[in-house]
């Protein structure tokens, strides 16, 4: 029997963390049909449960970071095998989104030779999009080391979909509905001032609705509640306006973004959902992470930092172009998915060669 680790932060009602735990899963399960398995997941992982098992998978996320880099370097130091399953790096200044040179290692002094030694002998080294992989390559990780499998997110085919008229006011056959995903970073977002961002949507909100759209709000963690309520108070639009306290699985949450006109996202995956349902999607680009992706399938011109005192201004400039360039956002999509889909199942397949 094969025996896996998956590192990552789950079971905390993340939407994100735990669609890429899942997916893991799915996929694995689809792999190792016929192939003895056992899978289990942690987050601190001590070296006596490091000796439990014969993999240790860094799962998706942004958890390119000190801890997990030294939880798979202890693996390698007890004979495991290790991998890195479509991470990134984050928490990094805005000025890194655009010049990685110059910029102060906010990881501990020995982070750069413990990344190098996992890069050069992990199974597989696949990371989230190409500003992480720059990052890396700065950190002195030589290129065929490391491979941009993208975000798993983009291989989520929802199995379990509901009917999105039990869930929206209108329907949405014959209203335009942008969906729009606000929450709380606990203000840790470029600009530091996540209510200037929120009224600057309530403003872009009430104009689009002035153009003939509805709006649907919602949220994929249970922090993100409150603020979700709070943008809608302030909009104050029953008529036009309609929030879900719903945690929705992202099964659901596919399911309802695929009929929407495009989405609005401040957390990073609504947009890899809203990529992988085929919806176009305008990113708050509140960390690097939300940057990062963005590059991954060519839309980081629709990202909109959220230090921007012009959010409502640039939402109205996107839109348009997505009304004119529809189609070609969508073949964009299509085509990354492909791209990263094949990558992100081939190296799976290490398991089954095991």
Known sequence: MIRILYIGWVGHKNLGDDLMKDLFEINLKTIMKNKDYSLNYGFTVSDEKIENYDF??????????????NTLNRALNKGKKVMVWGTGVDRLKKTAIYNL????????????????R?????????????????????????????????DPGLLLKPTKKID??????????????VGINWG??????????????????????????????????YNVWPKDIKPCERLYNKIQD??????????YHQDE????VETFAFTVNFKLHPNVISAAANTPFIALGYRFKIFDFAKSIEMEDFVIPTDSRQIAKKILRLENNICSDR???????????DIYEKKLLSSMKVFYLE
């Open 101 to 116: 040179n110059n910029q102060k290692n906010p990881f501990n002094k020995n982070f750069k030779a413990v990344l190098n």
């Open 238 to 247: 029953e008529e036009n306006v309609q929030w879900s306290p719903t945690l």
């Open 118 to 150: 996992v890069a050069n002998n992990a199974v597989y080294f696949g990371v989230r999009g190409p500003l992480t992989f720059n990052f890396l390559k700065q950190m002195g990780v030589e290129e065929n080391k490391i491979e941009i499998s993208g």
């Open 56 to 69: 240790i998978v860094l799962g998706g996320g942004s958890l390119i970071e000190s801890k997990c880099i």
């Open 164 to 177: 999105p008229l039990k869930e929206l006011k209108w329907d949405y056959k014959k209203e335009n509905i």
């Open 327 to 337: 189609s070609s956002l969508l073949n964009k999509f299509n085509h990354y998915r």
């Open 184 to 217: 709380t970073s606990h203000n840790k977002i470029y600009g530091k001032d996540e209510l200037l961002v929120e009224d600057q949507l309530v403003n872009a909100c009430r104009i689009l609705v002035e153009k003939g759209y509805k709006i649907f709000i």
């Open 253 to 256: 949450l596919f399911s309802l």
